[in-house]
């Protein structure tokens, strides 16, 4: 039987990944322990001393999660912003497979396959380092691994998309600094969404970092129901299905295929 198109594309990557791995050592796994180590350490006991727990647990714990949603947002951003640019523009590998039968839904659906084991990756460490730091109270700290890897494909797919259409890297600061750096600081990471303005949480509740935020919360700290849990998926499956076909369009524009 022959191998489905994009696995072939999933495995140039699996391919590159094998040379370049090192170089995502300190993000992937020192970056969860400094944020724990230094926010626990710190911020964290001094909110606990004057504000008392959240739900019931302290405040590294009640944090742990919510960092770990917006670790894969990172992660997405930065594996689909320069990478996916390069891809048609400088090592222009995407341009390489597009002259074999591979077709551009086929090279979007490969990357995405990548992108789902790299962010699975990344969250499992975060993951471990929570478990290893004494800060997993649910045995359900299991299910928020893949929860944390739908958030990051829920930004994977669009941020390919746009990625796809740029012919130069100017914008991707600006996405960074407008868009990514707000969702980071204001979609319950932090804070729960309710302490915001009244007029700024239906804006927070719509978008995907909140939702992933309050899935993998809810999971890991074994609070999570049917419908929410339902409600958040199906919010971030959308994002990531309709980034994906929007991403598949833009790669047969960027190709003329």
Not at 16 to 26: A, D, G, I
Not at 65 to 91: E, I, R
Not at 174 to 193: A, D
Request: proline share 7%; glycine share 8%.
């Amino acid at each position: 039987m022959a191998t489905p198109s994009p696995v072939r594309y999933l495995r140039h990557e699996l391919v590159v990944y094998r040379r370049t791995w090192r170089s995502s050592l300190v993000p992937t796994f020192l970056a969860p322990i400094l944020y724990l180590a230094a926010i626990g350490g710190t911020l964290g006991s001094a909110i606990d001393r004057h504000t008392g727990h959240l739900g019931g647990v302290s405040y590294v714990v009640w944090l742990a999660p919510g960092l770990m949603a917006a670790s894969a947002m990172q992660v997405a951003v930065n594996d689909c912003t320069h990478p996916v640019l390069g891809g048609f523009k400088w090592t222009r590998h995407f341009v390489a497979a597009a002259a074999t039968p591979l077709r551009p839904v086929d090279l979007v659906s490969g990357w995405l396959l990548w992108m789902s084991l790299r962010l699975a990756l990344a969250a499992s460490v975060f993951a471990a380092v929570i478990w290893a730091a004494g800060d997993a109270v649910s045995p359900w700290l299991v299910a928020a691994v893949p929860a944390a890897a739908l958030t990051g494909l829920a930004f994977a797919g669009p941020i390919t998309a746009w990625s796809a259409t740029r012919q130069g890297d100017e914008s991707f600061s600006t996405l960074q600094r407008f868009v990514i750096l707000p969702l980071f600081l204001f979609s319950g990471v932090f804070f729960p969404v309710t302490q915001l303005p009244a007029v700024l949480r239906p804006v927070a509740f719509a978008l995907p970092l909140w939702h992933g935020v309050a899935l993998c919360r809810s999971l890991a700290l074994g609070t999570a129901g049917p419908a929410a849990t339902m409600a958040h998926v199906a919010v971030l499956a959308a994002f990531a299905v309709v980034g994906t076909v929007v991403a598949a369009a833009m790669f047969r524009a960027r190709l003329g295929a």
